[in-house]
């Protein structure tokens, strides 16, 4: 009985080692080191939305912070870039960037203008002669009194990026001078001072969301927009217009903007190396929008169909001199502290 009683033992004890060793539950080697699951718990993300192609200027800038937040923060940091309205377009980017389903947008400051009508200073026609002229406001002490006018908001501005600046595109025929203006349907970015410049001249400004120009443009809906080079041809605008007029008369450029909640809940390491990033990024970026623009400019004009007239310097005065009521406009109406003034110094007349 006794030997039963041993035998039985034996036999169960040497069944439950067989099925451990088995399973994998004695002698089992530590799991492999997983390389992606490095920093899993510490992995911070930033998803960035924003509403035009990847080859624009915004889209490259957009690309070139990512990969500098990423490199800066030793992987700790992830930016997923959303471009072409994808995750969301210019009429809910703003509201999913207060309620944080989104940490960074690059809205046009023109499209921010309903929140803070001063940044309509910018949007003035004919202000700004060159780049430069852009970069030395937007990048000096000018640029940072206007981001902290976002404060309100609950809204940490991290900079301002530049575009280029705007040129008219028409479907049925070329904009010679400011009268060839008249009575056409002229989409604008949402700003009362956009909207007063084609107002001024006889024209109907249809305030529309990017994602919706060429669609529009197609059916005819409206019948001539402004923008950049770089915008016109990586949307396509020429190949549903026939003429581009060189005017030069605005220009166009981004509000860099991060959910102030998240921002405050970034480590202070990673807020300093944040800012590196978009440091280095601005930099490279004043320089590349130009050259984008250029390039785009160069292949707009080997389409075929698709017609470019440059504004002649009498007609761009003529032009200037007519849009002498958009700036009454702004200093009656929106003008909230000395900010033109300003930037007129910086700018020559
Ligand atoms: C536009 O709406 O025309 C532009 O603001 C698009 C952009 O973001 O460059």
Known sequence: MKKFIIGTIATVLLLTIAFGVQQGLLFAKPLPYDDEQKGLNTQITIHLSHVVAENTPKGQAASKFAELVEKKTNGKVKVHVYPNSSLFNDENEFQALQNGQVEMIIPTFSKMTSYIPNWQVLDLPYLFNTDDEVHE???????????????????????????????????????????????????????????????????????????????????????????????????????????????????????????????????????????????????????????????DLQKLKQQENFEIYTMSNKERQRFKDKLAPVYDFYRNNVQENDVLSEIEKIVSP
């Open 137 to 295: 406001v937007l990048t000096g002490s000018i640029g940072e009194q206007l981001l902290n006018e976002l404060k309100p908001f609950h809204i940490k501005g991290l900079g301002f990026w530049h575009n280029g600046f705007k040129h008219l595109t028409s479907v049925d025929h070329p904009i010679h001078a400011f009268e060839d203006l008249k009575g056409l349907r002229v989409r604008t970015m949402p700003s009362k001072t956009l909207e007063k410049q084609f107002e001024v001249v006889g024209a109907t400004p249809i305030p529309t969301s990017f994602s919706e120009v060429f669609t529009d443009l197609e059916s005819n809906t409206i019948n001539a927009q402004e923008n950049t080079a770089s915008n016109i041809y990586s949307k396509g605008f020429y190949k549903v217009q026939k003429h581009m007029t060189l005017t030069k008369h605005g220009i166009l450029g981004y509000a860099v903007l991060m959910n102030d909640k998240f921002w405050r809940s970034l480590p202070s390491d990673i807020q300093q190396q944040v800012m590196e990033a978009m440091k280095e990024t601005t930099d490279w970026q004043f320089e590349q929008a130009v050259e984008m623009n250029e390039e």
